[in-house]
C-alpha cells in the first residue's frame, strides 16, 4: 500500500542543478525519517542525505555535503532533494526511502545502515537517473 515515487532525474552538465522529489502516499511523513540514497555503476548503494521526522535532524554524506540540501513538506507527503554544483560522480540511480524514525538511534545511522535494501530503510521507491555529463 505505502507507494514512494522519484522524479526530477535528468540529464545535467557538470555545475549545474536539479531538484528530486519523493512523493509518498499510503503512509503519513510526520512519523517517517526520509532518505535519499543512489547507486551508482559498479559501486555500492550509499546514502547521500536524510532526514528524520522525530527532531528534524538532517545528515549529509561527506561527499555532497555543501551542494546538497534535503527538505521536506509534509503537508504534500513529499520530501525533496536540492542538488547544486553537480559533478560527474555524481551520476547515479537516486533512490527515495522510508522508514520510522523511532527505529533509529539518529538520522546518520539511519542513512548509513539504512542504504541495505532488505535490512535498512523499510520502503524504497524505484528510482530516478541523474546523469552528469558534458
Known amino acids: 500500500q505505502v507507494q514512494l515515487v522519484e522524479s526530477g532525474g535528468d540529464l545535467v552538465q557538470p555545475g549545474g542543478s536539479l531538484r528530486l522529489s519523493c512523493a509518498a502516499s499510503?503512509?503519513?511523513?510526520?512519523?517517517?525519517?526520509i532518505g535519499w540514497f543512489r547507486q551508482a555503476p559498479g559501486k555500492e548503494r550509499e546514502g547521500v542525505s536524510c532526514?528524520?521526522?522525530?527532531?528534524?535532524?538532517?545528515y549529509y554524506a561527506d561527499s555532497v555535503k555543501g551542494r546538497f540540501t534535503i527538505s521536506r513538506d509534509n503537508a504534500k507527503n513529499t520530501v525533496y532533494l536540492q542538488m547544486n554544483s553537480l559533478k560527474p560522480e555524481d551520476t547515479a540511480v537516486y533512490y527515495c526511502?522510508?522508514?520510522?524514525?523511532?527505529?533509529?538511534?539518529?538520522?546518520?545511522?539511519?542513512?548509513?545502515?539504512?542504504?541495505?535494501?532488505?535490512?535498512?530503510?523499510?520502503?524504497w521507491g524505484n528510482g530516478t537517473l541523474v546523469t552528469v555529463s558534458s
Open positions: 526511502a522510508a522508514d520510522l524514525s523511532s527505529r533509529w538511534t539518529t538520522v546518520q545511522t539511519m542513512c548509513v545502515i539504512g542504504r541495505t535494501r532488505y535490512y535498512g530503510m523499510e520502503y
Open positions: 499510503g503512509l503519513t511523513l510526520d512519523h517517517y525519517g
Open positions: 532526514i528524520s521526522s522525530s527532531d528534524g535532524s538532517t
